[in-house]
Every structure is written in C-alpha cells, then in structure tokens.
C-alpha cells in the first residue's frame, strides 16, 4: 500500500517529535537519527505497511533499533 506523500510527511513529523521528546534529543539531532535509520527505510519504502502503524509503536521500534532505554 503507497501512503499519500503529505500525510507520510506529517507523520514523519510526529514521530521525529516523540522521539526527541523521549530521548531528550534535539528535533535536529532526532531528526538525523530517523532519517538514517532502517525503521525509516521500512516506513518509507510501504514494507509491512509500516506507516499504518501507531506513531508510539514506530517510535518504540526506533529506540529499540538504536539502543535507547524505554522511559
């Protein structure tokens, strides 16, 4: 399934979000850690319809992906 670019975007957005929010991570330093990750890589590329996903949950799989504690 192929998201709508727009949408994709401003979820993009609220994860970069709450992640920094988490990690206590600048939203730049946030991110450049989304952009560069495999969890991005899924998301973007529609594999197991990944963007369908809470932003929690995406959120949760990239801290675990890059080796930051669940607060």
Same mark, same amino acid.
């Given at each position: 399934m192929e $998201?709508?670019? +727009?949408?994709l975007q401003m979820k993009y957005a609220r994860i970069v979000r709450l992640f920094a929010e988490r990690t *206590? !991570?600048?939203y730049e330093d946030a991110l450049e850690k989304f952009y /560069?990750? $495999? +969890?991005?890589? !899924?998301?973007s590329? *529609? =594999? $197991? /319809?990944m963007h369908?996903?809470?932003d929690e949950y995406l =959120?949760?799989? #990239?801290?675990?992906? #890059?080796g930051y504690k669940k607060q």
């Open positions: $998201a709508n670019p +727009t949408i *206590g !991570l600048s /560069d990750s $495999a +969890t991005y890589e !899924l998301i590329n *529609g =594999v $197991a /319809d369908c996903r809470s =959120v949760d799989e #990239l801290m675990i992906e #890059l």
